[in-house]
């Protein structure tokens, strides 16, 4: 019978293991990946962080039309949203989650809610309109991706989900009773109460006491209900998450291999490994 | 504070990657230069060691140090929007 190859094998303790060439080979090419998915994706995204974070107030700096941040209490009719509650404005969302084997898609199936006539009662008395970006044009969830295409987020303070979707809602958003025996259902309200206090990160338009979105920059109209800052410090960490995921793919070859290699150092030198 | 604490935080994967590389290194010259003080065979001579494996650990501990280093700079980046203001 002959011997077993490989690490373990100690008549020829100079000759590499044959798997450490595909480490090797991996390590190779996970770290130049690693460096071009760094360098794209993520500087990509610390350069959106970083524009969105150094957006000046407006009541300090004033808008010199390339976007501010404008704080102030929320203000508008009041109305009551799909659950139930008062809100000055709300964003409700139907979605459905399908399972294929380990990999799940999530689709929004209907959205409802009311964004519209919407007033910001600034801290410096002014009261300002907010334009209706549109229901539909909204980034729901929030998410690295849209902040770089200029879609506006709106975090409007209180939220919930449930799981199945109560009658009158799938009623408003015309869903037969039918659709539901295929994935799991989920609704999602996000709104904004009476007096809430928000920061919007837009432009002044010219001419007029409305806010709307920058045509160009960050400032795409985010209205953020626990402030800008809280918003780019999700984002960053987003960033740093999906940074340390890439590092972790890519070094799993070359950790794997210089473990190998360090526990043949130690029993070379006589530390009995074995 | 909250901000400080998140700068603090983005440092720490990255440091961590290069004291785990540092460590790696350090371990490795440790036990060559045990390797180097042992000799074999008559009349004796010293031994020298796995090749292999003294190659493996340099690269690996400076694929983790690169890896390390690019996750730290994203780290300082990313700390220093939060605390820039």
Same mark, same amino acid.
């Given at each position: 019978m002959p011997p077993a190859r490989g690490w373990?094998? #100690? @008549?020829? !303790? /100079?000759r590499m293991p044959g798997q450490y060439w595909a480490y090797g080979f991996w390590a190779v090419v996970g770290v130049p990946l690693f460096v071009a998915v760094l360098s794209s994706a993520v500087a990509d995204d610390v350069r959106w962080i970083a524009a969105l974070a150094a957006l000046p107030a407006a009541a300090n700096h004033? /808008? %010199?039309?390339a976007g501010a941040l404008f704080a102030g209490r929320l203000d508008g009719p009041t109305t009551t949203t799909a659950a139930g509650r008062l809100a000055i404005a709300w964003v409700g969302t139907v979605t459905v989650e399908n399972h294929a084997g380990k990999s799940k898609n999530t689709i929004e199936k209907c959205r409802l809610g009311r964004i519209d006539h919407l007033i910001l009662a600034g801290d410096d008395g002014r009261r300002l309109a907010i334009a209706d970006p549109? =229901? @539909? @044009? =909204? #980034?729901?969830?929030?998410?690295m991706a849209v902040i770089g295409h200029g879609t506006p987020i709106y975090e409007l303070g209180e939220a919930f989900q449930i799981s199945g979707i109560p009658p009158p809602i799938a009623e408003r958003c015309g =869903?037969?009773?039918? /659709?539901? #025996?295929?994935g799991t259902w989920f609704y999602q309200e996000t709104w904004a109460a009476p007096g809430t206090h928000v920061e919007l990160a837009g432009c002044r338009m010219a001419g007029s006491e409305t806010l709307a979105a920058c045509p160009?920059? !960050? #400032? %795409?109209g985010h209205l953020v209900a626990h402030g800008v800052r809280a918003l780019v410090r999700r984002m960053a960490d987003r960033t740093l998450g999906m940074g340390a995921l890439v590092v972790v793919v890519s070094i799993f070859f070359a950790a794997v291999g210089g473990i190998g290699a360090l526990l043949a150092l130690r029993r070379a030198a006589g530390g009995g490994a074995r | 504070v909250i901000d400080l604490l998140h700068g603090v935080l983005y440092l720490l994967p990255g440091a961590l990657l290069l004291t785990v590389a540092g460590a790696l290194w350090r371990l490795s010259r440790a036990w060559i230069a045990m390797i180097e003080m042992s000799t074999v065979g008559d009349p004796p001579r010293p031994q020298r060691g796995p090749v292999w494996a003294r190659r493996w650990v340099a690269g690996a501990a400076f694929i983790l140090a690169a890896a390390g280093a690019a996750l730290l700079a994203l780290g300082v980046a990313l700390a220093a929007i939060l605390l820039a203001r």
């Open positions: 373990r094998q #100690a @008549a020829n !303790p /100079d004033g /808008d %010199r039309g549109g =229901l @539909a @044009a =909204l #980034a729901i969830p929030e998410s =869903l037969p009773s039918e /659709d539901f #025996a295929k160009t920059g !960050p #400032a %795409r | -």
